[in-house]
């Protein structure tokens, strides 16, 4: 059965730095894609950062150069680092990964992981 495991996360003031890890459990599945996505209350959920399996990455414009996000292929994790956090980086982050296994490719989701960041 092939899992997402988030790690990390937690409470943080104003500018400081918070690391979130990815691991995808599983039997023979590949990476195309791993990332993360955001959802604070009463918002919408929103793209925070994504890495595929050569290397490209996208970030949203809001955490452009304070967030970086990389990949461990042979481990099947990814990472984000979180630096300069913001009271509005506060939500809940969930992992995401576009996994291959055999000639089938499949979403999935991690469980979530709270970031709060306090002024």
């Known amino acids: 059965q092939v899992q997402l495991v988030e790690s990390g996360g937690g409470l943080v003031q104003a500018g400081g730095s918070l690391s979130l890890s990815c691991a995808a459990s599983?039997?023979?599945?590949?990476?195309?894609?791993m990332g993360w996505y955001r959802q604070a209350p009463g918002k919408q959920s929103e793209l925070v950062a994504r890495?595929?399996?050569?290397?490209?990455?996208n970030y949203a414009d809001s955490v452009k150069g304070r967030f970086t996000i990389s990949l461990d292929n042979a481990k099947k994790m990814a990472y984000l680092q979180m630096n300069n956090l913001k009271p509005e980086d506060t939500a809940k982050y969930y992992c995401?990964?576009?996994?291959?296994?055999?000639?089938?490719?499949?979403?999935?989701w991690g469980r979530g992981t709270q970031v709060t960041v306090s002024s």
């Open positions: 890495i595929f399996s050569d290397g490209n990455t």
């Open positions: 995401n990964a576009d996994l291959a296994s055999g000639s089938s490719l499949r979403r999935y």
């Open positions: 599983g039997i023979d599945v590949s990476i195309r894609v």
